[in-house]
């Protein structure tokens, strides 16, 4: 009976309820696969791609989808011959843990956050810098000039994109004078972070865009270039792994734009849906419009979206640390 007792009060602890449902994997894995469907539906209607818009057209065409969830589980891992063979295995599991490590310390709610810390927003920072060594690391481990290539570019971006992230999220802890995400959150009752600093929403969100190599940044992979850059070697469920930690990285960044941007779960009116519902659905819009630019925007080049990087989103950003002092000093 004590046994019993015990394993209910685990599963009734609302961390283990954040890490598991929401914010968690669950939810994670919910709005990535509806994202994946939602992204190809506008690139199909859009570009006028035949496939996703007209086969099980009755169903939404979301039998495709199974149909590559089913490739991808029952074609045969191979591993080359000339990769660091350890390494090369390691990295699909170990970037689909680290892109979604960074859900820990952001919330959905005021109850519902896995490690309840008053420098979450420091604690997200240093999380969410380990996921791009990976990738970088997955580019050399499989001993493939494209590989090679796509790692190179994601350590050149990262040295761009990284900078400008930060400095967003410094921007809005001058502004409300904590690295707390509630405390952040809370402090939107009147006014969101995107009417006070909408420069450094900008920032961040390109910066997301470039993170998560969304278009027009999809630079790293570029699979009309370099195959699929650092992943060109990986097939099957590795494959799928890699392909997966993208969306997954997409949905946390989403979630923490939503907390420090939207308001998180706040809304300038009443409605009688419990605070996570609100987080999420903010969350899953925010996706839609990074996914929705692969339909209308080209791929830059990697010189292009370096100069982009330094010339104008770093000044930017710089820019949106001075708007919030300025808004701290005079007391807003």
Do not use: C, H
């Not at 190809?40 to 057209?57: D, E, N, S, W």
């Amino acid at each position: 009976m004590n046994i019993l007792s015990q394993i209910l009060e685990i599963i009734l602890n609302r961390s283990v309820i954040a890490a598991v449902i929401v914010p968690g994997v669950l939810t994670a894995l919910v709005l990535v696969i509806l994202i994946i469907w939602v992204e190809r539906k506008i690139a199909a209607r859009v570009q006028m791609r035949i496939g996703p818009l007209y086969v099980t057209r009755r169903l939404g065409g979301i039998l495709q989808l199974v149909a590559d969830a089913i490739r991808f589980l029952v074609s045969e891992p191979i591993v080359p011959a000339t990769t660091d063979k350890l390494f090369y295995v390691m990295m699909p599991i170990l970037l689909l843990l680290l892109s979604l490590l960074p859900v820990a310390v952001v919330p959905a709610s005021q109850s519902l956050i896995v490690i309840k810390t008053e420098y979450g927003l420091l604690a997200f920072i240093a999380l969410a810098a380990i996921t791009p060594m990976v990738i970088m690391l997955a580019g050399w481990a499989s001993n493939n000039k494209f590989s090679y290539i796509g790692g190179l570019r994601e350590g050149f971006m990262l040295l761009s994109y990284e900078v400008y992230l930060f400095m967003s999220l410094l921007a809005i802890a001058i502004l409300y004078g904590t690295l707390d995400f509630i405390r952040i959150i809370n402090s939107q009752e009147g006014f969101w972070g995107i009417l006070l600093n909408p420069i450094a929403a900008l920032s961040f969100f390109i910066a997301m865009l470039t993170s998560t190599s969304r278009f027009p940044f999809e630079i790293p992979d570029a699979e009309s270039e370099i195959v699929m850059g650092p992943f060109t070697e990986y097939n099957s469920i590795m494959y799928g792994l890699v392909m997966g930690a993208n969306y997954f990285r997409l949905y946390v960044l989403s979630l923490v734009f939503t907390d420090v941007f939207l308001g998180g779960w706040l809304l300038p009116f009443k409605i009688p849906i419990p605070n996570f519902v609100i987080t999420i659905a903010k969350t899953f819009i925010v996706m839609i419009v990074a996914v929705f630019l692969r339909a209308v925007y080209p791929r830059y080049r990697i010189d292009q979206a370096l100069v982009i990087g330094w010339e104008k989103l770093f000044p930017l950003a710089s820019l949106s640390v001075l708007i919030s002092v300025l808004l701290k000093g005079v007391g807003i």
